[in-house]
């Protein structure tokens, strides 16, 4: 069975840093492109970062340009968001996904699995 936990995620005020883990279990990890995504309340799920199995990373968006990067342990079957200069804007649940290929990464609809994610909560 596939499971994806995150933690991580917290309380933090604007300019502060946040590192997201997304540990990893039944699946081989090292083969998956990995992913974040997040959801701010009433807005829908928008794409973050996503790493393929060897490094590559997908590009980011806008949004977290520069302030956000995506890591992964193969070795240790985790994948990391370091997330500094954060801003209000920043605010919600943030969610780790996996895939068997690389290709749509920063699609939400075409990853398999998903973790129950963190709340990431930043105060102005």
């Known amino acids: 069975q596939v499971q994806l936990v995150e933690s991580g995620g917290g309380l933090v005020q604007a300019g502060g840093s946040l590192r997201l883990s997304c540990a990893a279990s039944?699946?081989?990890?090292?083969?998956?492109?990995m992913a974040w995504f997040r959801q701010a309340p009433g807005k829908e799920r928008e794409f973050v970062s996503a790493i393929t199995w060897n490094g590559g990373i997908i590009d980011y968006p806008d949004s977290v340009k520069g302030r956000f990067t995506i890591s992964r342990d193969n070795a240790g079957n985790t994948v990391y968001l370091q997330m500094n200069s954060l801003k209000p804007g920043d605010t919600a649940i943030y969610y780790c996904?996996?895939?068997?290929?690389?290709?749509?990464?920063?699609?939400?609809?075409?990853?398999?699995?998903w973790g129950q994610g963190t709340q990431v909560t930043v105060s102005s």
């Open positions: 996904a996996a895939k068997y290929r690389a290709a749509q990464a920063s699609m939400q609809n075409s990853y398999q699995y």
């Open positions: 039944g699946l081989t990890f090292s083969a998956y492109t």
